[in-house]
């Protein structure tokens, strides 16, 4: 394998190069969006500040997320038309610099719903785009080495390792000056510039304008012809398409049970540091289990966390259903994670892994809205709401024996019951 000057690398420092940069990757583009290290301070200022009721608080994040719904087009884009001769790393260079600009800009932006709004899309945009490359490098990487299990949990390890982070230092921001969480993600977010500049190596590729337009062409053919992958996506619909309580639960946790922002941070912790331990046991379990086993045990292990917040009371339950949850939940996650990488056709892997990412994304902010609304329209009760995104969750475990069994009968790191040969990530 040859690096972008020429220079050839060795298997094992590009695999580990290929390693840091996703995990530098997952890192900025996970904690630094305003779903996460910024959502606690900005739901505290929607709610507290701008005196937003329930359902305008969830309806802002669902359209902050408009570009992460759209996450297919970035795939497009990235995996067709590669910009100064990259599909990976020019993309993320330039938006991972425009989106910490961005943050900055978000330090002088006026406390108005709608300002601020714009903003937030805007950010969300560029790192949607840094995003959609990393993931595309990502699933380039497992495929070379038929490790999707093992990549994706350390994938899910780092995301819960945000939320550990994001826990107490959501909390504090929260409590101050909003222009500090501004400051805090676009910092987090500019670190991965240095990284990708250090380690990410590709070849330089030259193409006409006739040969983009044939890529592109060939990235939709493709998309479009991969069965397997629209069954894998039409499982992650449903199992994500439950009315949602995310924001619901913030007004509980403030209005009901009167908690401060600091222990709603600590509760994120309590849910990171249990979706670390599930992050582990499915790097373990993934090569023992074969998927279809996996899919299914996790996703009832989620139903069954799910149903705890029905005894959301007090704060020493809370913090018992936190770690259920993020234990439960996280399960769920990863081997619906490992089931898109495995199904990403090859060659489309950026625009493949987005579309599945992007039913993701809109499913659960989406719902969230939704599930907000009927408490606020309808006045149905926490416990309802509950009980509703429980069992339309469950409806989906029995589809996972249709799916087809290519992509769910085997183990991880196992190609027609053979462990492969290890080969390098990049090209």
């Known amino acids: 394998m040859a690096s972008a000057t020429g220079t050839p690398q060795r298997p094992n420092q590009a695999l580990t190069y290929a390693a840091l940069v996703i995990i530098a990757g997952v890192l900025a583009t996970t904690l630094a969006q305003t779903q996460v290290l910024a959502r606690l301070p900005l739901q505290n200022l929607l709610k507290n500040g701008l005196h937003v009721d329930r359902t305008a608080n969830a309806a802002f994040f669902f359209w902050a997320g408009l570009a992460w719904y759209l996450k297919p087009f970035a795939g497009v884009l990235t995996d067709a038309f590669p910009l100064f001769g990259s599909r990976r790393q020019s993309y993320i260079l330039i938006s991972a610099s425009l989106a910490a600009l961005s943050w900055l800009a978000l330090i002088v932006t006026p406390h108005d719903y709608r300002d601020l709004l714009l903003v937030v899309i805007v950010i969300n945009t560029f790192m949607m785009i840094a995003s959609t490359a990393v993931g595309g490098f990502m699933v380039e990487t497992a495929q070379a080495t038929s490790g999707s299990g093992r990549l994706t949990a350390i994938r899910q390890f780092i995301q819960q390792a945000c939320l550990v982070i994001n826990g107490p230092a959501a909390g504090y921001l929260a409590s101050i000056a909003f222009g500090w969480t501004a400051a805090a993600c676009g910092g987090i977010m500019f670190l991965l510039v240095p990284v990708t500049i250090r380690f990410l190596r590709e070849q330089k590729r030259r193409l006409n304008s006739r040969e983009v337009l044939d890529n592109a062409r060939a990235q939709l053919v493709n998309i479009a012809s991969a069965r397997t992958m629209w069954a894998a996506a039409g499982l992650m619909a449903?199992?994500?398409?439950?009315?949602?309580?995310?924001?619901?639960?913030?007004?509980?946790?403030?209005?009901?049970?009167?908690?401060?922002?600091?222990?709603?941070?600590?509760?994120q912790l309590i849910a990171g540091a249990c979706g670390i331990l599930a992050a582990v046991g499915y790097g373990i379990l993934c090569r023992r289990l074969n998927l279809r086993k996996l899919l299914v045990w996790c996703m009832l292990a989620a139903t069954g966390a799910n149903l705890g917040y029905l005894f959301y009371s007090s704060l020493g339950r809370a913090q018992a259903v936190e770690g259920l949850n993020g234990l439960g939940y996280t399960l769920a996650e990863l081997a619906l994670m490992d089931l898109a990488v495995r199904s990403t056709p090859a060659g489309s892997e950026g625009l493949g892994f987005s579309i599945m990412i992007s039913v993701r994304n809109m499913a659960l902010f989406g719902t969230d809205w939704f599930g907000a609304s009927l408490l606020d329209r309808y006045h149905l009760s926490f416990a309802s709401l509950v009980i509703a995104n429980s069992a339309t969750t469950l409806l989906a475990v029995p589809l996972v024996f249709l799916l087809p069994r290519l992509?769910?009968?085997?183990?991880?790191?196992?190609?027609?019951?053979k462990a492969p040969l290890l080969k390098p990530a990049l090209e």
């Not at 992509?407 to 196992?414: S, T, W």
């Open 407 to 417: 992509i769910v009968a085997r183990k991880d790191a196992e190609i027609d019951g």
């Open 238 to 267: 449903l199992f994500y398409i439950a009315p949602g309580f995310a924001t619901a639960l913030f007004y509980k946790q403030q209005n009901e049970l009167h908690f401060s922002t600091q222990t709603q941070g600590f509760l």
